[in-house]
């Protein structure tokens, strides 16, 4: 369903439960319930949170680069749940996070974090591997008969 479609839904029902007695008091809770409906309708269905992520440390659980538009990215912090965040393109951070996804997803990265500062602005990193990882030597499924 679409935001749009889903919006419609609401208005629909907000209307034949609110606007039947057309009275002032009726007509303003419409209003006011329409409002609210428009933004439930967006919230969940895979927008970007509307504003900036408050300045700080996250992590980076997904992240979609668009060239001289946006910055789209999955962000977390101190183990809240993440939330989508559409950032400001600049050159410096589309370049920041995409070494770091190169890094991360080459087999050379222990994952993402996103300093994001007081104005906005976004510095990716990748963040280091730190000891070893056990390797477990591969096992074959079928074992052949003697």
């Known amino acids: 369903m679409t935001p749009i479609t889903a919006w419609l839904a609401l208005t629909a029902l907000n209307a034949t439960a609110l606007l039947p007695a057309r009275r002032a008091l009726n007509v303003a809770g419409f209003v006011a319930a329409t409002a609210l409906s428009f933004y439930v309708a967006h ?9 900036e ?11 979609r680069i668009d060239d001289g538009k946006a910055i789209f990215v999955l962000l977390s912090r101190d183990g809240d749940e993440p939330r989508y965040y559409r950032l400001g393109y600049a050159e410096a951070s589309a370049n920041d996070l995409q070494a770091a996804l190169d890094a991360q997803f080459g087999g050379n990265g222990g994952g993402i974090s996103a300093e994001i500062g007081e104005s906005g602005d976004a510095a990716f990193h990748a963040a280091p591997v730190t000891g070893e990882i056990e390797k477990v030597p591969e096992a074959a499924i079928i074992q052949e008969a003697n």
């Open 43 to 51: 919230a969940p269905l895979g927008q970007p949170v509307i504003g």
């Open 53 to 63: 992520p408050a300045a700080g440390q996250y992590q980076v659980h997904g992240a």
